[in-house]
């Protein structure tokens, strides 16, 4: 299992040039990325399941699934691409704007054609 | 490899691999010059076609063509071009930068750009140039007959991803590259507001990239986007086009504010008015820039809610642009004002700009739109923001940053005779359209019948044309005569204000031999007044790493090229190569080493070593 | 894989140690932040042409919810196996890293077989083409403008191991493997939309 071996190497290799607040981190990090991808399976599954069963109404699914969907963004941008770390200010300007353009454009485009 | 190895290159070879910003920059003001004289011919030539009502200059066809041609080229491959030329060859050097942050990135998007703007052009000389409007709306352009409007396409897709990334490349050259104690809120306003532009370059081209790659699929595989048999529809094509295309107009005209700032504070010898309150104004106007799209659409049939809101956001942009227009007042007010030419079209685009704005909230406004959409009003209206704004601030930006660039003055008779006659060229030819398109004449039509009283205006609109050709003419030969035998700049010829007239002119290839420390707004100001003869240098004198020059950037884009006018032929075979020619140069840059070269500090010439 | 594998000492995060790598860092994100609106562009014109059948098959009767749930399932794990490199990156276990991007490159390419196999189909069985409604034209586009990122970003890190497997990690190659890495989250999260707004809300109709 790839966490073991990752674990065995880490402990007998890095310890040269990894403080012990760094492997700490790492760790923590690691399980938390664990947890975030479980997270974001049972997610899916609950939106792939909400829409096949008959139980709850189209137009609460539709609601539903999206902000299934939102959350999952915001998994992948805060887990997967550490857009909590440090030195990432600039970056969630970058995409936060870009999810206001977005926005807009998919409003304008579904909502305002005739 | 030594300095000296580097400089015996071929000069050809030279130019094209360099990624010297300071060259990329002179790249970009030449093919921007020569396409902003192209669409000066194209304009020139439309408005004999209306010297007379009912006259046969050109011809319904060609007219068209040439209606297309003068907006597309002036907008994408003359203005932002020239744009893009001064922001390379001033903002580096305003923020006490080595260079830019990415150098390959900036050079490709030069070549991009060029690649497409040729593109663009090559239709007129393969069977017709694109005829649907600058604006090329379905399903106008998905029927257009011929391959017009496919070199459209695919020229403004190619220029469009140049421009994308040029735009990347200076976001992060302001925010990474600022010499030490250059904070945000010491940036000059030029620097300023080619950073707010580069964001809505980043923002606003995708939407347009997508909307031209619609209009490609519905034009070259038959998909039916906007073909409302097929349960297609066209106002999609205006949402992406104007979501891109109102973004456009403020990155064209926010730079040109950054230079009548600079501009008018260095000409009236005094800081700039209410610095931190511009800063603002320019960062809303990029904001509130996004959400007024609409106002181009109010007579598509959105309904009364979509227009009022949009008429709202729309009026609401008055204000920070009036901000501005204040504190250029308040500059000069009480200040030593000189009058060069680069500060003659700085004066003058105030009260020119002003009459656009005034236009501009007439037509935000609904129901008036409803009777002035489409006629000349909208054309006087958009001529006096565009010239008004952006082709003022380009000349005034030419004026004062050619010592800068190329080391010599330009004549200022010349320079005067060219703004007066430009001046009143400008208003000649499109203060009377504001009245024609009042009394009915629609715009984009060839012709007009007599007898309307539209007969007096439009021989004066086009005497007016006349006079800016003289004009530009006088120009070029400024040019000209400036390059062959032109007086030698000084470092600073204008007593300048900010950071690039702390260094040569024109400026060593390293920019600074040693990072300057910044120490408060208008930077060189501040040390020349505290009795300073260079600017204090924040590091010791060291060997200077420079950046590798590169072939791909050119190949890169000639592969795209090769590919574009393969496919509107619809040439498969020849489209794949060119795309593979493209893939190779992207796999060469990824896997060759560029580890770049190191002036050596014993190389630099004495003078370069300020503060020794 | 013990003894060779870590290298010479490497900063916290190498991939901004550098002013390089802080560029390319800062200069990515703000085109993945360009992307977002590329993207974004795409899905509203689907959205608004959604309904635009032309009278041929809708998404209802088209979409297979196995075959789209099996594809979510392999770009989410690669997701995973993207994450695992990038932590090796940063602890500079070299070997590790480059592993975990060949599972991520694997996983990306059953998903292009999985996506090429699913157009094939409705081409063939329903006659569904780009050509047949707009909102099949809407619907190609939309999926496969992802599926071409998809297939950039595995010619992307096919390169960068091949180039780099010899030579190892060090401050200047750093930053090209996590931008990939980047990258190829960032085509997750498009996908997360794509299954949602146009698989699953097409089942709900």
């Known amino acids: ?114 | 490899m030594s300095a000296h190895a580097y400089k015996k290159k071929n000069p050809v070879w030279d130019w094209l691999t360099t990624v010297d910003h300071k060259k990329i920059g002179i790249l970009y003001l030449a093919s921007g010059a020569f396409f902003f004289l192209l669409g000066g011919l194209e304009a020139i030539l439309l408005r004999v076609q209306l010297l007379y009502p009912e006259f046969d200059f050109v011809g319904a066809e060609t007219f068209n063509q040439l209606l297309t041609m003068h907006g597309t080229t002036m907008i994408f491959l003359a203005a932002m071009p020239l744009i893009f030329g001064f922001m390379n060859a001033i903002v580096p050097l305003q923020i006490g930068a080595r260079d830019v942050a990415f150098p390959f990135v900036n050079s490709l998007g030069f070549w991009l750009f060029t690649a497409g703007g040729i593109l663009l052009n090559l239709g007129w000389f393969l069977g017709g140039a694109p005829d649907a409007g600058w604006t090329g709306y379905a399903p106008l352009s998905t029927t257009s007959p011929g391959n017009g409007v496919d070199f459209y396409v695919l020229g403004l897709q190619i220029s469009g991803i140049g421009t994308l990334i040029g735009g990347i490349n200076f976001l992060v050259t302001i925010i990474n590259m600022r010499a030490p104690g250059m904070t945000f809120m010491r940036m000059p306003l030029f620097t300023w507001s080619s950073f707010i532009t580069s964001g809505l370059i980043l923002f606003a081209f995708p939407a347009l990239t997508i909307g031209l790659a619609l209009l490609m699929f519905d034009r070259l595989f038959g998909s039916q986007f906007f073909a409302a048999e097929a349960g297609g529809n066209p106002i999609i094509y205006e949402h992406l086009f104007w979501i891109f295309g109102h973004p456009e107009v403020y990155i064209l005209v926010l730079p040109a504010f950054g230079m009548f700032s600079e501009i008018i504070a260095t000409f009236a010898r005094k800081r700039l008015f209410g610095y931190s309150a511009m800063v603002f104004a320019t960062a809303l106007i990029g904001f509130l820039g996004f959400m007024v799209w609409v106002h181009h659409m109010f007579t598509v049939g959105l309904g009364p809610i979509a227009n009022s809101i949009f008429a709202v956001a729309t009026m609401l942009i008055a204000v920070p642009t009036g901000v501005k227009i204040f504190n250029w007042l308040f500059t000069m007010w009480g200040g030593k004002v000189s009058f060069p030419t680069a500060n003659l079209f700085a004066v003058g685009f105030i009260p020119s700009f002003v009459l656009g704005g005034m236009t501009g909230v007439m037509l935000s406004v609904p129901p008036a739109d409803y009777q002035y959409h489409d006629s000349y009003f909208v054309v006087a209206h958009f001529h006096y923001v565009i010239v008004g704004g952006v082709v003022f601030g380009l000349f005034a930006g030419m004026y004062y940053w050619w010592p800068k660039i190329f080391g010599t003055v330009l004549n200022e008779f010349l320079g005067k005779l060219h703004f007066w006659l430009f001046f009143i060229g400008f208003h000649l030819t499109f203060f009377p359209m504001h009245f024609l398109g009042l009394m009915g004449m629609p715009r984009r039509v060839y012709t007009y019948l007599s007898g309307q009283s539209l007969d007096e205006a439009n021989f004066a609109a086009t005497m007016g044309a006349f006079l800016m050709g003289l004009a530009t003419i006088i120009m070029v030969w400024n040019i000209i005569q400036t390059s062959v035998k032109g007086k030698k700049a000084g470092n600073d010829p204008w007593d300048g204000r900010t950071l690039e007239w702390a260094i040569a002119s024109p400026a060593p290839e390293y920019n600074f031999a040693q990072t300057p420390l910044v120490r408060g707004l208008d930077a060189w100001w501040l040390e020349k007044r505290a009795g300073n003869k260079a600017m204090v240098a924040a590091e010791p004198l060291d060997d200077i790493h420079m950046p590798d020059s590169s072939i791909l950037p050119l190949v890169l884009s000639l592969g795209l090229f090769i590919a574009a006018l393969a496919a509107i032929y619809s040439n498969w075979i020849i489209a794949i190569g060119g795309l593979v020619i493209t893939a190779a140069a992207m796999i060469l840059r990824s896997v060759i080493d560029y580890h770049g070269y190191h002036i050596h500090k014993e190389d630099l010439p004495a003078e370069g070593r300020e503060g020794k | 894989m013990k003894s060779n594998e870590t290298m010479t000492k490497l900063p916290a995060n190498p991939e901004r140690a550098t002013l390089d790598g802080k560029n390319k860092f800062l200069g990515f994100w703000f085109f993945l932040g360009g992307e977002t609106v590329l993207f974004a562009s795409l899905f509203g014109v689907y959205l608004g042409l959604r309904n635009a059948t032309n009278g041929g098959v809708s998404a209802n009767e088209l979409f297979e919810l196995p075959l789209v749930f099996i594809a979510t399932m392999l770009l989410l794990t690669s997701s995973l196996t993207s994450v695992f490199a990038t932590m090796a990156l940063k602890t500079n276990h070299f070997k590790r890293m480059i592993g975990w991007f060949v599972v991520t490159g694997l996983l990306g390419l059953a998903f292009l077989g999985l996506e090429i196999y699913e157009f094939n189909h409705y081409v063939h069985e329903y006659g569904h083409t780009i050509k047949s409604s707009a909102w099949g034209s809407a619907f190609y586009t939309l999926v496969g403008t992802h599926g071409a990122h998809v297939f950039v970003g595995i010619s992307w890190i096919t390169i960068l191991i091949i180039r780099n497997l010899r030579r190892g990690m060090d401050l200047y190659t750093a930053p090209k493997f996590y931008l990939f890495a980047l990258y190829w989250h960032f085509i997750d999260v498009v996908w997360i939309f794509i299954f949602t707004v146009v698989y699953l809300m097409g089942k709900v109709g």
């Open chain 1, 1 to 114: 299992m790839a966490h073991h071996e990752g674990h065995d190497t880490l402990s007998e290799h890095d310890q040269s040039h990894l403080d012990i607040h760094h492997k700490i981190a790492h760790e923590k990090e690691f399980k938390q990325q664990i947890v975030s991808f479980a997270m974001m399976i049972f997610l899916t599954m609950i939106a792939f399941v909400a829409v096949a069963s008959d139980a709850i109404s189209d137009a609460f699914t539709v609601i539903f699934i999206m902000i299934l969907a939102g959350i999952q963004l915001v998994f992948q941008l805060y887990m997967f691409m550490h857009l909590s770390h440090k030195g990432h200010q600039y970056p969630a300007w970058g995409i936060f704007f870009g999810v206001f353009v977005a926005g807009t454009c998919v409003v304008a485009l579904m909502g305002m054609i005739w």
